[in-house]
């Protein structure tokens, strides 16, 4: 007698962070399920403390979940839980995708800075970004990523400028770069491309964003003609920077894309299919609409 099939795989996916609530990631990743016609789910696991990170990480190795994304706060502390880091996550520092391998190893990937270089490519196709000046505006984990995609996309020079600038100087010597500026006006000067990844402009209301636009107009002046600005913020959109840029004359998306193609890259780790980034954006909107409304 043969042996009987495998059981179908279900795939029992989901998001590690806190807070959780307003993710836009179920929607996208059970699109992509279905998509693929695979059997599963994509679920939120908040977790607000620390200590709870060990059962999570045993149920990944158990294979009980097939893979997780994380976010704030839990992407640099989920590094050191990993068996394996692959190359963005060792270079950035910090992990969003996590798989466990047949022998229950845990593989950490970081999808973001592809994602993020992807969707700038895709953004602006009328421009060349070989050789170009970047200033990157964060030092968190987002800029990180955004340093990394700014270097993968060929550019002559990164820029770095941040609030607090000391956070600044540890960013740009663990990724190899100069001196960060101490002036905003200064890091923009010039540049051909801005990869905004601090939370300035985040969730802000209506008057309030428009009022920060006002005042990021004359920074964004300075930038090269024909510069682009891409915000990793998506929240509201249009965002405060994408106003100031528009106001100067220079294209400005949203971090949207970016998610949805850390999103692609991270589905495609778990499942081996590719998903279509177009349904998977369309789900996003939808979501993101929907918590709005
Ligand atoms: P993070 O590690 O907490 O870093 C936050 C950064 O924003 C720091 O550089 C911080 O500066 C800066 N910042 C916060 N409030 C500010 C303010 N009022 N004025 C000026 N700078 C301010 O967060 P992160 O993970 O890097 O995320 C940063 C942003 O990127 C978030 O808004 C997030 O929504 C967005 N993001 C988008 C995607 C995407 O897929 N599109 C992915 C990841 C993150 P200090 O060092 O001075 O505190």
Known sequence: MSPAAPPPRRYGLGLLGFP?????SPAMHRAALTMAGLDGDYLLW???????LDGFFARLRSGKIAGANVTIPWKVEAVHRCDELTGDARIIGAVNTLVADATGRIIGH??????LAISVVESFQDHVFRGAQVTVIGAGGAARSAIVAAQRLGVNEVRVYNRTAEKARAV???LGLGTPFADLEAALAGSNLVLQASALGFNLADDETDALAADLVTPLRGLAPGAALYDLVYKPSPTAWMLAAGRCGFEAVDGLGMLVHQAARAFAIWTGYEPDPQVMLAAARAQLASLAG
Do not use: F, I, R, W
Request: aromatic share 0%; net charge negative; proline share 10%.
């Open 20 to 24: 959780v609530g307003h993710s836009a």
């Open 46 to 52: 908040p977790v607000p403390q620390a200590d709870a």
């Open 110 to 115: 970081n999808t973001d800075a592809s994602g």
């Open 172 to 174: 740009c010597e663990s």
